[in-house]
Each structure stands twice: as C-alpha cells, then as structure tokens.
C-alpha cells in the first residue's frame, strides 16, 4: 500500500518527519515571535515617550543632579552629574555589601558549629535563631532593627560613648568613628604589611612541601604572626609613626570630623548580616554533616591529634559542600542590600533608580543601568564560582 | 565419653552475675542533663551563659509585653502609662486588626474574602484525602480555574461574557470537585462511575460512557450559570485591597503561573533548539540576577511605556506581572534541579517505545521529577511569600505596607513596635507551617527512592 504512495508527497512527509528540519522551523518561529514581540515593544514604547514628552539616551547622565546624598564615602556634592549619581550608588551598595558578607559569614560559622554542640541548650538557642530569622521577611527585619534599634538613638549632646571612648559616639545621627589620616611616610607601612604577607606565605608554602615530603610537621603559625604583625609595626615606629587620627569632636549641635555611619547604614548591615547568618549557619552544618562519620574516626585512629582532625580532615571535605552555597549566598547579600531604600539608606537603587528616576523621568535608560550592575556582579561571581567548582573536581579525581 | 564431657561442659557454663543498675547520675533527668547541659567546664559555662541570656530576654519581652499591656485605648495618646512613657500598645493592634488582614477593604464584603478563601481550602483538601481519585485533575483545577471565580468575589462589579462563562466553569468545578470527593470517601467510587451506574451506562459499551459525563458537566454548568445568574457583588476596585490578603493574593499568583512558566522555561533550558535554550538562558538570569525591587520599580515604571496607546495597568497588575517574571525564573531552576535528579535511562528508556517529546517529558520524567520538586517548590512558595513585603515600597498596602500605614494615622501616630511583631508572629507562623511541611515533604517523598 504505501508503495503506491507518490514519491513527492513521502518527500513532503520524510521533510515533516524529520526532526532537524521541525527544529529548524520551531526556532525560526520562536525567533520570529521574539523579534516581533521586542519590536512592538520598542515600538510602543516609543509612541509613549514621545507623546509624553519624554527623552531618549544617555545624555542625560552628563546633567547635574543636583540633590545631595546622606552618606558616601566619595566627594560628592549636589552639582555633580547623574553619572557621578550612579558611580556613587555602585560605591554605597558595594560597600553595604562587602563588610555585611564577612560579618555575615563570619556569624554563620559561629552559629552554625554552635548548631551542631553536644550542649543541648546551646544547640536549640542556635536552632531557634536561625528558625526565627528565616521565616520572618528581611524588609521587616530591616525595619524592626530601624525603628527598634537605630531610630531612637539619643541626640549628639547625650550621645552614646561606645566601651567608654570619647571618640567612639553613637547618637542619633550616625555613629561616629576616628577617621585615620596618613602622613607622608605611611606607605612605608603598607609596604612592610605587603612583604611580610609575602614573606608569610613563601614561609608556609615551603612548611607544607616539607610536610609532605618528609611527614615532619613544622609550626608556622608563631612566625607567620610575628611577621605579620612585627614587621609593619617596626616599620611604623622606625619612621615615627606618621599616622594621625582625626577624632570627632561635639562642636555646637553635632559631632564634626571622623569618619560617620548612618543609623539606617547601620540598621540595614545588622539586618543584613544577622539575616544571612541564619542562611549561612545552615550551610555549615549541612557541610560539617556531609563528612561522614568514618571520617573523623579514621582521622582519629590514625593518631591525629582533635584540632587536627578538625582542621585537616573534616573541614577540608566540609569546604566543598559549604562553599558553593555560600558564594550564591553572597549574591543575595548583595541583591538584598537593596532594601536599604526602605529606610533610606542611599544605596544605587535608592539614589539612582528612585531619586534620579523621578527627577530626571529616564525610566528605560536608568533602568538598564542598574540592572546592568547586579547582573555584572552577579555573573562575576558565578564565574568565580565555576572556578572553583573546577578545582576542587581536580582535586577530587 | 566425649558426649558426657560436653555436657559436663554445658552444665558448667558461666553464668554472668546480674549486672548492676548504672550510677544514678547517669541515668535519668540527672544524667540528661550532665550529659547535655553540664559536660565539662565550657559546656557548663555555656548553659550559665546560655540560661542568663534567656532569663534576661524573657524578663525584657514579659515587661515589654505583658507589664506595660494597655488593652484599651481609642487612640495612641490613651496608651501612656506615665505622662512621659507610652505602654505597650496592644489596643491599637487590636484597634487595626481587621485591617492587617483585609486591608482598606469594606467590612461589610469581607465575607467575600473569607468565603473565597474556605471555597479554595475546600477545594484543595481532597488532594490531600488518600481515598480520593483524580487528584491531579482537582488540583490542576484549583490552580488553572479557581482564580476566576476568586477573581469575580473579590473584585466584584459587572461580569462581561468571559467572566460570566469563566465564573460558571469555576463554580461547576467545585461543585464537581466536593460531590466528587464525597463519594470517594463514602462509596469508594469517583464520580464518573457513579453517573455512568446511575444512567445506566454500565453495561454498554465503554465507548459511549463519555455521554452521560458531558451531559453531567453541561448540566452542571447550566446549573451554575443560573445560580450566578442574580449574583452581584458590588465592586471593590483594588486599590482598595490590602494587608495579608493582598500579600496572599500576590504571592499565591505568582506561584500559580510561576509552575508551569517554570516547567517551559526549564524544559527549554535543556532543549537542544540553540534559539530556544538561548532565550530561555537570557531570561532566567536576567531576572535570577537582579534583585526583586529593581523589576518591580522597572514593572511599575517601564510597564506604562510598552503597552499600546489606550491601555492602562494599574499598579497591582504590574506588581503582579514583574512578581510572576520572578517567580517564574526562580521556578525554572527549581524545576532544572528535578529534571536533573532524573537519570539518563528514563529518557532514553521513554524514547526507545517510541513516545513523543511531550509524552515522554509529560507521562514519564515530569511525575518522576516533580516527586523531587515538591519540598523545593514549598520552600520556593515560602520565599516569594516573604518577599511579597517588597510592593510595599512600590506603595502597595500589602500587611507591611498597612503596618507602615498605621504609624503614619494622625491617631496612632508613631505605632511602630506593636504592629511590627504582630506582623512578624504572622509571617513566622506562616513561614514556619511551610517550612516544617517542606521538611515532612523531603522525609516522606522519598520513600522508594532512599538508601
């Protein structure tokens, strides 16, 4: 029967048939309806901003600004331009970010181990924490060390002297801190911190071959903090300590000089980092739990003694199972730190896609921008993660 | 002779002494707590340390809770305890109450609400009934039809022909759905059957046993279509809509269309068509990569400019879509990890009898990998349910917006804390259930699958 078939329509059919062609064609559709879509929004969005009046381009980035911003680290005055704006808000946010991520981390170690203590108090107390802080939002958390925390702090005249320092004041302004100011010899310093890390490394790279080549075990940890810590403070005192402290002082109504944090800087870092704790507290305890068991008891009929059984065997194979979550962990520290527009801490979504967005109406363009820079941070840091991902595989096989 | 020495031997077999109880302070409530509490100096240091700060945080919360309660008061100023000090302010929780949930919506139509809300629990309960059949069905219908008739009640006002007939499917459905788990739980038989039995269909040929079950579903619907028929609510527009509702309403959306945007996003991640997995890449790291508030401030500001002349979208339909477009690529990522747990064999096993794509994806590796799916998807729903908080910056009341709107009332003015926990002691019980069900989920589903 089919022989009798004509030969062009098995031909039409052997061509519907054939799965690279019904590719073909599904991805030109696809594609089509792609471009299509893109170009009736590029289109609408066109007749939209022209009839409301509106500019296109990133001219307007060069225009001044001209609102001031609450706290920057960088000099910037009210007649910068809206790139400055932008540059300012990348500086705030990433600045935000980095010190929440260590402390962050630095807390989840803490109470992740404390999670995993043989004293049942301390284990539940940790376990309550990280209950707790995960299933309440992060913008209510936010708010609660803001309004609860940072917002009721007394006025500069009743400021909080910190540990009993003159120097170190909480009021309701910010948190005041001397501000360091290098005199001309300081590089100096810097140099002798630099060579001594070196130094440091070399030291403990060349104790390591030697372990592994002879089994004797050399401690570097005495010298490599001596150099450390040693040499740049002789090198301080030798060029008589060229570094002065600007110390903020009460002059009229506020506190002048020093460096500053905003109460809502300070809000949304401990939020941040209390928050993320939690995230991080589980993620290093499922690690430590993903040693097995053998494991540690291996270690320890080899002989090893208990710090190093912690320190050579589990936490190297912990390691590998805490640290692909963590770095996506870092990443939501920094899309998080976002909400810091909630309680006006002046981060790049606060002062670019809000003030700069309602005074100068770019909406598309600003809009790019910022998106443009989460997703740069972010695509660095999955790279940097799939570099590691790869070595630690090397060393696995 | 050898027979008689080995029961010699036997007879003298030792006998152990029994042994003696263990020392009494390691047994017991002592021994728990030597054991856990005090196991050395730093273990016992820690319990001091850990029991001081305890006792500590409970005098502190009892004071601030309970000692300084005011319970009734008409206004913030009522609520002073001294002249200068303001008690806990309880009364004006319980003043706002109301509103936390339902938002700026009118008392007299909250019923609308919460009887939208007992249909949909209604309607989902049989997925959970192990007697029941068809669940797959009931719970793609809660999902798939059940928003149009929440829709119609909580927004109210004219239904056009679409919302008419939509509503009458919505409503046929629950009916179908609650005499279908009925039966299952009292005759052991789905509803289909029944009708078949009851019209006498059961000794003709099973090709015509469809009739009778159409015939059943158009009555249905016609039956609803009447039902509704002089049914009009008055119209709550949604500016008017609020608090945990509002936040559920957002957030139960966004999963809903988040799972099978999900699905399709990742099956074209894995899709050998280059254009497809592409855009499919594109789109779920652009929106994995940016946080949650630069699309909503992005939805609630570019969404105006692409559509065509003539058309509006109000702010909680942008917050709505950019929470889906959320959603949707967190959820394809959740869908990837299942579709990975699924070993090769499966989809070359499912090719090899010949099935098409979409059968093999929809009959064998999709089932198989939403097993792994669930906890996943539950503590996903947990997620976006927390991060739903966020419209309130795009100026939505949703139950943190309606606690920021307190503070700002000229006769609860500075009402912070009291609003703040309740809030959180909602979203904890919320987030707590999900989670703990999600860790029952993981434990349970993998039964057949563990090691």
Redesign the interface.
């Known amino acids: 029967m089919s022989g009798n078939t004509p030969s062009s329509s098995r031909g039409a059919n052997a061509v519907i048939n054939d799965e690279r062609y019904r ?1 073909i064609f ?2 030109v559709v ?2 089509g309806l ?1 471009i299509w879509a893109v170009l009736s ?1 590029i289109e ?2 066109q ?3 022209a ?1 409301r009046k509106m500019a296109v381009g990133f001219d307007f980035l060069k225009n001044t600004a001209g609102f001031a911003v609450a706290w920057t680290p960088l000099d910037y005055k009210p007649s910068d331009s809206y790139l400055m704006v932008y540059w300012v808000g990348i500086i705030n946010t990433l600045i935000l970010a980095g010190i929440s991520i260590v402390l962050a981390t630095f807390l989840g170690f803490i109470v992740g181990i404390l999670r995993l ?6 284990a539940q ?1 940790a376990s309550w924490y990280v ?2 802080l ?7 958390q936010i ?2 060390w803001y ?2 925390a940072f917002a009721n702090l007394p006025r500069p005249k009743q400021s909080i002297e910190i540990l009993g320092f003159e120097s170190l004041v909480l009021n309701n302004r910010g948190l005041y801190i001397p501000k360091p100011q290098p005199e001309d010899l300081f590089w100096l310093t810097a140099l002798a911190l630099l060579v001594a890390v070196l130094i440091a490394i070399v030291l403990n790279k060349r104790a390591t071959r030697k372990q592994q080549q002879t089994g004797k075990y050399i401690s570097t940890l005495v010298p490599t903090l001596l150099l450390v810590f040693g040499l740049p403070l002789v090198v301080f005192v030798l060029t008589g300590m060229p570094l002065d402290w600007e110390i903020p002082a009460l002059k009229g109504f506020n506190y002048r000089g020093g460096g500053f944090v905003l109460p809502a800087m300070l809000a949304v870092m401990v939020a941040l980092v209390v928050y993320h704790s939690a995230y991080a507290a589980e993620m290093v305890r499922a690690g430590i739990l993903s040693v097995s068991k053998g494991q540690t008891e291996a270690a320890s009929s080899l002989g090893l003694k208990q710090s190093f059984v912690m320190r050579l065997v589990i936490i190297p194979q912990a390691m590998r199972a805490i640290v692909p979550p963590m770095i996506s962990l870092w ?1 939501n520290v920094v ?2 730190s ?2 810091a ?2 309680i006006g801490f002046p981060d790049l ?1 606060s002062v670019f ?2 003030t700069s ?1 309602n005074q100068s109406g770019h ?2 363009e600003i ?1 790019a921008l ?2 443009a820079f ?2 740069t ?3 660095t840091i999955s790279a940097c993660l799939n570099v590691y991902n790869k070595k630690i595989q090397l060393t696995e096989r | 002779m050898t027979e008689i020495t080995e029961q010699n031997k036997v007879s003298e077999k030792f006998v152990p002494k029994p042994s003696l109880p263990p020392p009494p302070n390691t047994t017991g409530a002592i021994g728990w707590l030597r054991y ?2 005090f ?1 050395g100096f730093l ?1 016992s240091c ?2 001091v340390l ?2 001081i ?2 006792g500590f945080m409970c005098v502190n919360f009892y004071e601030w809770a309970f000692a300084k309660a005011v319970l009734e008061a008409a206004n913030r100023q009522e609520c002073r305890i001294t002249p200068t000090e303001f008690g806990t302010c309880w009364a004006g929780v319980k003043f706002w109450f109301t509103r936390f949930i339902y938002g700026r919506y009118t008392d007299t139509e909250i019923w609308r609400v919460n009887s939208a809300a007992i249909i949909l629990i209604l309607w989902m309960i049989p997925v959970w009934l192990p007697r029941v059949t068809a669940k797959l069905n009931i719970a793609l219908s809660g999902v798939l039809i059940f928003p149009f008739l929440a829709g119609y009640m909580f927004l109210g006002g004219d239904r056009n022909w679409f919302m008419e007939i939509m509503v009458s499917v919505a409503l046929g459905c629950f009916i179908t759905v609650i005499i279908h788990s009925l039966l299952c739980l009292f005759t052991g038989a789905g509803i289909s059957k029944w009708i078949i039995q009851l019209t006498g269909f059961s000794n003709r040929s099973e090709r015509l046993h469809k009739f009778p079950v159409i015939m059943f579903a158009v009555i249905i619907f016609l039956l609803s279509l009447f039902l509704i028929s002089d049914v009009a609510f008055k119209e709550m527009p949604n500016n008017l809509w609020g608090g945990l509702f509002l936040t559920l309403v957002i957030s139960g959306i966004g999963i809903a269309s988040a799972l099978p945007a999900g699905i399709l996003l990742a099956l074209g991640r894995r899709s ?5 997995r592409v ?1 499919c890449v594109a789109f779920i ?2 929106f ?7 699309i909503l ?2 939805a609630t ?2 969404f ?6 003539g058309f509006h979208i109000n702010k909680l339909a942008s917050a709505i879509v950019a929470v889906c477009l959320f959603a949707a690529a967190y959820m394809a990522e959740v869908v990837r990890g299942g579709l990975q747990a699924i070993p090769k064999g499966q989809y070359e096993a499912a090719e090899a009898v010949g099935l098409t794509y979409w059968q093999s994806m929809g009959f064998i590796v999709m089932p198989q990998a939403l097993k792994y799916m669930i906890p996943n998807i539950v503590s996903n729903f ?1 997620g976006l349910f ?2 739903t ?2 419209v ?2 795009i100026g939505l009341y949703d139950l ?1 917006g309606m606690i ?1 709107a307190v503070s700002q009332d000229p006769s609860w003015i500075g009402l ?2 009291e609003p ?1 926990f309740t ?2 002691v909602i ?2 019980i919320g ?2 259930a999900m ?1 703990k069900y999600s860790q029952y989920l993981e434990r349970n589903l993998g039964a057949g699958h563990g090691r």
Not at chain 1, 117 to 122: E, F, R, T
Not at chain 1, 134 to 140: K, Q, S
Not at chain 2, 288 to 293: A, C, F, G, Q
Request: proline letters at 4%; charged letters at 10%.
């Open positions: 590719s599904y991805q696809v594609f792609f929004l609408n969005t007749i939209n901003m009839t203590s043989k004293n049942w108090l301390v107390i209950e707790v995960r299933n309440t939002p992060l913008l209510l708010i609660f309004l609860g990443m899309k998080n976002s909400l527009i909630a979504v896609m809000q967005l909406a598309v809009v910022v998106m989460y997703m941070v972010s695509l | 856990n509490l196991d273990s820690l319990t850990s029991l700060a305890i050998k068509m280059t254009v497809i855009l790291e652009l994995r990569s940016v946080p949650l508030i630069t401030f992005m500001t570019m105006p400019l692409f559509l065509p002349e947990m927390k991060d908080t966020l309130s910056i943190l920021n912070h804390h703040l809030a959180a979203f904890f987030c707590f989670s």
